[in-house]
């Protein structure tokens, strides 16, 4: 499981025609979940989205925590908010915005299934070549670490740190992630705040 120096900064649209394209492949593949539920906080924008997008209101939440920064992780990830709906006997879809390690979805999947829902199926935007939990319904491979929309200012704070400890500059940091796309306006305008 090697990690790139390389970011992916999607945008909005790109997100969006990922969202519009994962609710077809569900759809098409006959699934109607009875319950969505975002896995916080990276899924929940997601799973908002596919709520919209399936026509279901019918949404919860899940809290796992694994990352400490860019590709740091705790030794083990761990669920700090059990899921907020019953989901026994239910169709569930539970959504997160990448597997990576897939150690987190595993343990969400675990988790839910001791719960007894009828039907368990995971959706990511992302999935890396090595996560060991391969979701569902996924649009995209990548071996890059990305940036949500939803995460820019975090992203920046903990890139700026990463390159600090490895004794690189602010301003190294910067280039690189505007170099893979990172809006310049958004940059100053956080390193303000940073």
Known sequence: MEQSEKFEIPTWEEIYAMLLDLGDRIKGDKYSP???????RGGWTPARILSDLLENPEIANIKAEFYLGVSERKKYPIITQSVSANV???KVLAVDDVSDTGKSLQLVRTHLIRRDPKILKIATLYMKPWSITKPDYYEKMTRSWIIFPWERKEALRKVVKQYQRKGKSTEDA?????KYGFHRELINRFSKEI
Do not use: T
């Open 88 to 90: 026994k006997g239910k």
């Open 174 to 178: 910067k280039q690189v992630l505007m």
């Open 34 to 40: 009875d319950i969505i539920v975002g896995v916080s």
